[in-house]
């Protein structure tokens, strides 16, 4: 890791991830790559802090890990990836040990997730340093809003939590129209 952050000097984070695509590894993408990969393709900032290497001064100037529990690593990469470009490190560098006391087992963790992590999307989306042209922002708003909309008809339906689904709904301002298209793209899936 340490290797090829010292290749990309101008990256703030370098990040390993799965990915089932091959690559020539490590690979710096800028600003707009990254939240282009992130929010209109399959992603590219998914991984956990242990994954990852933060060049120290980045660090430092984007002020630290914020007190957002589950989200505070994606908090980070979006901060930094405003700013400066990330390095995608060869997949499977760490391994992932889920334990019943981690905070994605607490019972609020999904809604939580789903309610803060929308919020947080919409607000970088929203923000006036997003790296994306105008309209790759507003395509990427519409992909995280019928994203979430999904999530919520998936708590509502598979997992059985509609009063919870209903709560998030109304948190998050969907249109029934986005709501409808959700239930319509699971419907037509599943043929």
């Not at 101008?10 to 020539?24: C, I, N, T, W």
């Not at 980045?58 to 405003?82: C, H, P, V, Y």
């Not at 490190?89 to 006391?101: E, F, G, I, K, N």
Request: proline residues 6%; charged residues 25%.
């Amino acid at each position: 890791m340490v290797e090829a952050m010292d290749l990309h000097p101008d990256a703030a984070v370098g990040l390993s991830q799965q990915d089932d695509e091959p690559e020539p590894f490590p690979v710096q993408l800028s600003p707009a790559e990254a939240w282009r990969r992130q929010f209109l393709g399959k992603g590219c900032l998914g991984c956990g802090p242990t994954g990852a290497i933060i060049r120290r001064s980045a660090f430092e100037q984007a002020g630290g890990f914020r007190e957002w529990g589950l989200l505070s690593d994606i908090d980070m990469w979006l901060r930094l990836t405003k700013q400066w470009p990330v390095v995608l490190l060869q997949p499977a560098l760490v391994w992932w040990r889920r334990h019943d006391s981690q905070e994605f087992n607490r019972s609020d963790a999904a809604q939580f997730y789903l309610s803060k992590g929308f919020a947080l999307i919409e607000e970088s989306l929203n923000s006036t340093d997003c790296p994306l042209p105008v309209a790759e922002r507003r395509e990427a708003l519409k992909v995280a809003r019928r994203r979430h909309a999904r999530s919520l008809v998936g708590m509502a339906v598979k997992k059985g939590r509609p009063q919870t689904a209903w709560t998030l709904l109304q948190e998050s301002r969907l249109s029934s129209g986005e709501v409808l298209g959700a239930l319509m793209g699971r419907r037509r899936s599943r043929k």
